[in-house]
């Protein structure tokens, strides 16, 4: 099966290729006497506990968003654990493709995912608006509740702004300040566009910048980011040092999943969303009197693969399964693998960021 074709949504014309690598980045030979499932497993890093998934789902490819292989290799061996990854994989017929900064620059792609964060636009299925602020102000830690799970209840989110020393912690909680999840009117276009544009797909480009068309509270975004985040644990914010988070309006936002600070310190705009930022590069940012708002790396991603990835993948391969059944009917050595109806796309359920939030009981209980 052509990935390539798949990914028509995210054509590899789209990618970054000064610096990015995407495409099929591995191509374990087919075995007709050891044919794979036929299930592809979506992550977005490719690390030795996503390839270990794999091989136990006897995988036929891997979609990983992060391109494992960035540089030219010399040589594959042991001794190097990404290679070694690689040179399993490849022993156990298992695939690799990445679509990386396709997916960032096509319309309707990651950039696109983001800015509807922002602006209310996403969907957040299981909230309503009535449960909105039910638990509101309520900080209180279950004694099993572990820092690194996501807590799929709804429920308002808590922010805490903590300079040092911790005795000058403040806690700001949103609950009050609560907005309804209705599309907030704004513009929005990439920050680099798509040079030369694509016919198939207008408006392409590196990041987005959005702008609402009146100026938007801080805490309101806040809001509308956990609500579109699943309510994480927390995530970091830079403030103007001379300001207090609850008088901050804004009326711009510069959005770049991943590692954005290249992209977005040169833009003219009240708030830098993106995945991770360094902190030389938030200072010079709050002291310009903008806010930056970090998702760690690849959590500014990841939800993307669920929302939006998976499904369109879903329909893509099914159409495309289809087609190929019918045209290679007959085929020598394929009966077995034609005559298989069914395929899966799954999510990686070990694949999470490097980075957790430790949440420490203040009260020490």
């Not at 968003?65 to 190097?80: C, E, M, Q, V």
């Not at 990439?190 to 805490?219: C, K």
Request: with cysteine.
């Amino acid at each position: 099966m052509s990935l390539q074709l798949t990914f028509t949504s995210y054509p590899e014309a789209l990618a970054d290729n000064s610096w990015d690598n995407t495409g099929l980045l591995l191509e374990a030979p087919f075995v007709p006497t050891r044919r794979q499932s036929n299930n592809v497993l979506l992550t977005i890093d490719l690390t030795k506990a996503v390839a270990d998934e794999a091989i136990e789902l006897n995988s036929s490819i891997i979609i990983a968003y992060h391109p494992i292989i960035f540089r030219g290799l010399k040589s594959i061996t042991l001794a190097n654990s990404q290679q070694q990854t690689l040179l399993r994989l490849a022993s156990h017929g298992i695939s690799v493709y990445s679509p990386h900064t396709a997916v960032d620059a096509a319309p309707g792609g990651l950039g696109d995912w983001l800015a509807d964060i922002v602006t209310g636009n996403k969907k957040t299925p299981g909230l309503e608006k009535s449960e909105a602020g039910s638990d509101a102000g309520n900080t209180q830690k279950k004694e099993d509740e572990d820092p690194f799970v996501e807590d799929k209840r709804p429920k308002r989110p808590t922010w805490a702004l903590a300079h040092h020393p911790s005795s000058m912690q403040t806690t700001f909680r949103l609950g009050s300040q609560s907005t309804p999840l209705s599309t907030i009117p704004h513009t929005r276009k990439p920050i680099i566009p798509q040079s030369p544009e694509l016919e198939t797909h207008p408006g392409a480009g590196m990041g987005r910048v959005v702008t609402f068309d009146t100026p938007q509270p801080l805490p309101a975004l806040l809001d509308r980011i956990g609500r579109g985040l699943n309510n994480p644990k927390g995530f970091p914010i830079a403030i103007p040092q001379t300001a207090q988070m609850s008088e901050l309006t804004i009326r711009s936002v510069g959005i770049c999943a991943g590692s954005g600070a290249s992209l977005l310190s040169h833009l003219d705009v009240d708030l830098l969303f993106t995945g991770e930022m360094s902190h030389h590069e938030a200072l010079a940012a709050i002291e310009k009197g903008q806010v930056v708002i970090n998702l760690f790396h690849s959590n500014s991603e990841r939800g993307f693969l669920s929302d939006v990835l998976l499904p369109q993948l879903d329909d893509a391969v099914e159409e495309e399964w289809k087609n190929l059944r019918d045209d290679e009917t007959g085929a020598e050595g394929l009966e077995e693998a034609l005559a298989d109806e069914n395929f899966e796309i799954m999510l990686s359920e070990v694949d999470r960021d490097p980075y957790g939030i430790v949440v420490l009981d203040n009260d020490g209980q």
